[in-house]
């Protein structure tokens, strides 16, 4: 920590976004539940690459809050080492919601190549996979990092394969982090049926990086579903995207 600073100032800068030295109002960094979810969720593996803005966990936790008012499950398409699970399931309670559970999805070994088209690879969607690898197989940690949230249920293999694992009758949210087009329309087309009236689909991908560069290929998918079901996909400057299902 640096001499003399402000612990909590400290704490904020480990979070910052482009955002936050904008002129957009940020208080919801003030309140101690939104901070300690962060800190619950930033721990060894995560300190140790990229940033974690505090808009992009702001936004994650909205959508958490609302499913937690809608009736369904929740499901994440990418889960890597569980950092935006972890928030959320710290951010919600989430092991006091008996009635909810929360299906983890990934491979735990990075993406599958097959399932890149070649023009997605050639404008960057590839580009955290050297991370994956490196990280190797991080399905053990992740089941031990929830073992304490029993409703929480981690499913090891490929997207759209496993969907058929999550036996969720009705779903709230379907939150998409996979880095890769095809693996998350496909997660679209299976859940749109289950999403409940008020759910929603978030896509951490749809505008991220490079200006939307890298993962182009997956806003164009998300935009193609939204067109299918007839609705608009909510752009934020975080990157981040909603479709919300009326
Ligand atoms: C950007 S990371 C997810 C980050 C995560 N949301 C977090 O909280 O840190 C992308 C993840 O998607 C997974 N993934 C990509 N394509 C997949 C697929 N078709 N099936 C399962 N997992 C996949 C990768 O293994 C990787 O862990």
């Known amino acids: 920590m640096l001499k003399g600073a402000n612990p909590a100032d400290v704490t904020r800068a480990r979070y910052v976004s482009p955002l936050v030295e904008s002129e957009t109002n940020h208080d919801f960094e003030a309140a101690p ?4 979810a962060m800190d619950f969720a930033i721990g060894g593996l995560e300190a140790e690459f990229g940033t974690h803005p505090s808009w992009n966990f702001h936004v994650l936790l909205w959508v958490a809050s609302q499913a937690m008012r809608l009736p369904g499950d929740i499901v994440q398409c990418g889960v890597l080492g569980g950092t935006d699970a972890a928030a959320i399931v710290r951010y919600t309670n989430f092991a006091a919601r008996t009635d909810k ?5 990934d491979t735990f070994t990075g993406v599958p190549e097959e399932l890149w088209t070649p023009h997605e690879i050639a404008i960057g969607a ?5 991370l994956y ?4 197989d991080l399905y053990a940690s992740v089941v031990e990092r929830f073992r304490s949230y029993p409703n929480v249920r981690v499913i090891q293999g490929k997207v759209p394969d ?14 998409l982090d996979m880095n890769c087009a095809a693996p998350e329309a496909a997660a679209c087309e299976y859940f749109w049926d289950k999403l409940v009236p008020g759910g929603i689909i978030f896509s951490d991908d749809y505008g991220h990086s490079r200006g939307g560069g890298y993962f182009y290929k997956s806003k164009v998918a998300f935009d193609n579903f939204a067109a299918k079901v007839g609705l608009e996909v909510l752009s934020l400057p975080t990157g981040q995207a909603l479709l919300v299902k009326v």
């Open 101 to 105: 559970t929360f299906y983890l999805l």
């Open 133 to 136: 690898k490196q990280l190797g």
């Open 126 to 130: 590839a580009s955290a996979q050297w």
């Open 162 to 175: 496993t969907l058929a694992q999550v036996d969720a009758a009705q779903i709230s949210v379907l939150f």
């Open 33 to 36: 539940r939104f901070m300690d």
